[in-house]
């Protein structure tokens, strides 16, 4: 069992910049990590998320350009480094993880979760 807890929410004007941050309970160095958001009304959907060698996964097109996905293995932590944000990027933000390496992009395949951090950006 893997427990995520998010930090790093918050409120932000447009063009602000918020690092989201997912610590995870125990050391899996082969754990696939990743960002998800859902805003009301909508399903959750992918952001971003990394292997636990490192590879990337490649961004959301909505994100691309503008969020970066980083992990540190020894905090067992994965960072969310979110810039230029827009009003479109207001969600609750999810960290999930995947106890083996994978490139999947699908929230169906995340097994553990955190419990969400609300990121709320104004125009």
């Known amino acids: 069992q893997v427990q995520l807890v998010e930090s790093g929410g918050g409120l932000v004007q447009a063009g602000g910049s918020l690092t989201l941050s997912c610590v995870a309970s125990?050391?899996?160095?082969?754990?696939?990590m990743g960002w998800f958001r859902q805003a009301p009304g909508r399903e959750r959907e992918f952001v971003a998320a990394?292997?636990?060698?490192?590879?990337?996964?490649p961004y959301a097109d909505s994100v691309k350009g503008r969020f970066t996905i980083s992990r540190d293995n020894a905090k067992i932590t994965v960072y969310l480094q979110m810039n230029s944000l827009i009003p479109e990027d207001t969600a609750v933000y999810y960290c999930?993880?995947?106890?083996?390496?994978?490139?999947?992009?699908?929230?169906?395949?995340?097994?553990?979760w955190g419990q969400g951090t609300q990121v709320t950006v104004s125009s």
């Open positions: 125990r050391r899996t160095f082969s754990t696939t």
């Open positions: 990394i292997s636990g060698s490192g590879m990337i996964i």
């Open positions: 999930g993880a995947i106890p083996f390496n994978s490139d999947s992009r699908r929230a169906n395949d995340y097994v553990y």
